[in-house]
C-alpha cells in the first residue's frame, strides 16, 4: 500500500459502514497521510479489528493515532507487532488502555517497551 492508497483507505473507512476487519501490516506509513488515515478512524464505527504489524510507524504518529482511537467504540483487536514502540509511547498508549472501552485485544509483540514501557501498560490496565 503505497501512500495515495493510504489516503482512499482513510476516505473509505469514513464512509463504509459494513467492513470490520482491515489488515495493513507489512506496510511503511509515514507522517500526515498515516495521520489523515488515522483521523479517519475517528468517524468509522463499524470497524472491529486492525492489523498494523511491521509498519515501522513512528512514534510520534503512533501516539497521535493513539488519541485518535481512544474513544473508537467498535475496535476490539489492535496488532501493532513490531513497530518499534518504546516506553516513549508509554503515557499515550496508557490514556488509550484508560478511555478505550472496546478493546479486547491488543498485540505489541516483537516491540522495545523494556521493563518500563511495561510497567506503565500494567498500570493503565489496573485503573
Known amino acids: ?7 482512499a483507505v482513510g476516505r473509505m473507512l469514513q464512509v463504509n ?7 495493513l501490516g507489512k506496510n511503511t506509513f509515514l507522517g500526515e497521510v498515516f495521520r489523515e488515515f488515522a483521523q479517519s478512524l475517528t468517524v468509522n464505527e463499524t470497524l472491529v479489528r486492525l492489523e498494523l504489524g511491521y509498519c515501522d510507524i513512528p512514534i510520534p504518529d503512533l501516539n497521535y493515532f493513539f488519541g485518535c482511537i481512544q ?24 490514556k488509550l488502555l ?9 498485540s505489541v509483540t516483537d516491540n522495545c517497551l523494556g521493563p518500563q514501557g511495561v510497567a ?6 489496573e485503573e
Do not use: P, Y
Not at 98 to 106: P, V
Open 1 to 7: 500500500v503505497d501512500m495515495t492508497e493510504l489516503q
Open 17 to 23: 459502514n459494513t467492513l470490520q476487519e482491515l489488515s
Open 71 to 94: 474513544n473508537h467504540r467498535t475496535l476490539a483487536h489492535l496488532d501493532l507487532t513490531c513497530n518499534h514502540m518504546t516506553v516513549r509511547i508509554g503515557e499515550s498508549f496508557s
Open 98 to 106: 484508560r478511555h478505550n472501552q472496546s478493546l479486547k485485544s491488543i
Open 120 to 125: 506503565v501498560l500494567a498500570l493503565a490496565l
